[in-house]
């Protein structure tokens, strides 16, 4: 069951009240936020378990229950009293207020480390090229004709945690013709981004004379 603010059932999380410290509570967040996207391993579930004087199979509902409560504070970016609202009135008073202290204390942590580990497209790092000319060819009408050949060194994404990423070059070759589509191309792009940047500082600049307007009007 769910309450009206999408929050599961939280009455595994009081299981909490058995940690002999605050830091297993703060243990236990962390560990709710970082398998997320996975499971804990064996060996974190069943020091939970320990920790907390449980049953193992009732970590997985405390790991979800505290996933929930992140998850929301991530995507609305709840203080401390916004993750106290989303529990239960009948929930354990105490309980309640650190598990909110400790989430909203964490939260900037874990947003960060959350859009570092979003997928991204490679970044463009250097452009280098050369003008060629072919003095032999197996075809008459390719010789002496120019093209340019251009590289592109691009920094690639790491693929596992704590890889370190690396460059990848790749080298392509461009006669007259393509060479002039691939610059149509790029003039039509930089005319957008143009549009879209003319567009954004207008608006900017819209909101910022409203905000004065409206601010003479109070001071009338």
């Not at 009240?17 to 962390?30: F, S, T, Y």
């Not at 449980?54 to 504070?73: N, S, Y």
């Not at 006669?175 to 608006?203: C, F, H, P, V, W």
Request: proline share 5%; glycine share 4%; hydrophobic share 40%.
């Amino acid at each position: 069951a769910t309450t009206d603010d999408g929050v599961g059932d939280m009455s595994p999380l009081l299981a909490l009240l058995n940690a002999p410290g605050r830091d297993v509570v703060v243990e236990v967040l962390e560990m709710a936020f970082r398998s997320r996207k996975g499971r804990p391993t064996s060996d974190e579930q069943a020091h939970v378990a320990e920790q907390l004087e449980i049953p193992r199979d009732q970590v997985p509902k405390i790991l979800q229950a505290a996933q929930h409560l992140v998850a929301i504070g991530l995507r609305e970016s709840l203080s401390t009293d916004g993750i106290a609202n989303l529990f239960p009135s009948t929930f354990h008073e105490k309980l309640r207020a650190l598990l909110a202290q400790v989430i909203a204390s964490k939260l900037p942590e874990w947003r960060e480390t959350a859009m570092a580990s979003q997928p991204s497209l490679p970044r463009l790092l250097d452009v280098d090229w050369r003008v060629d000319v072919k003095a032999a060819s197996s075809f008459m009408s390719r010789m002496s004709v120019p093209s340019a050949l251009v590289q592109l060194s691009v920094h690639e994404n790491a693929s596992h945690v704590g890889e370190v990423p690396g460059v990848r070059r790749v080298t392509f070759e461009l006669n007259r013709e393509t060479l002039q589509a691939m610059l149509d191309g790029l003039s039509k792009i930089r005319e957008q981004l143009s549009s879209i940047q003319q567009q954004s500082q207008g608006s900017q600049c819209y909101l910022l004379v409203a905000k004065e307007a409206w601010a003479s009007t109070i001071l009338r």
